[in-house]
């Protein structure tokens, strides 16, 4: 059984980088065809995929995200991280990191393991 545990501050100031690491047991992040993602729920835009990293190192980008984002791993750990640059308000929203068969996916059946979340509040 595959599990998933995202860790970081629930708290971050504007402006502020966020960061987030996912910690994954009952598997490798390595395993062939699997794409480990970070995707964020807010009540106003819903389930929003943030980006993923490959079972292969290749990251991928949500384009209005890109030039903030930075996804990386940590192999021996068996471990993947987000990082958030210059954030605000709008980026206040529920963590969660999960692993899927493809690159992206904007629903809850595009992924087949989730960790629990992690709420992170932008704040001064």
């Known amino acids: 059984q595959v599990q998933l545990q995202e860790s970081g501050p629930g708290l971050v100031k504007p402006s502020e980088t966020l960061s987030l690491t996912c910690t994954v047991s009952?598997?490798?992040?390595?395993?062939?065809?699997?794409?480990w993602s970070w995707v964020r729920q807010t009540p106003g835009k819903g389930l929003e995929w943030m980006g993923a990293?490959?079972?292969?190192?290749?990251?991928y980008y949500r384009p209005s995200l890109r030039s903030r984002t930075s996804i990386a791993r940590d192999t021996s750990q068996n471990q993947f991280t987000l990082q958030l640059n210059s954030v605000t308000p709008e980026d206040t929203a529920v963590y969660y990191c999960?692993?899927?068969?493809?690159?992206?996916?904007?629903?809850?059946?595009?992924?087949?393991?989730w960790g629990q979340g992690t709420q992170v509040t932008v704040s001064s």
């Open positions: 009952g598997g490798s992040i390595t395993t062939s065809r699997y794409y």
């Open positions: 990293i490959s079972y292969a190192g290749i990251t």
């Open positions: 999960a692993r899927g068969t493809s690159t992206w996916g904007s629903t809850w059946s595009d992924y087949d393991y």
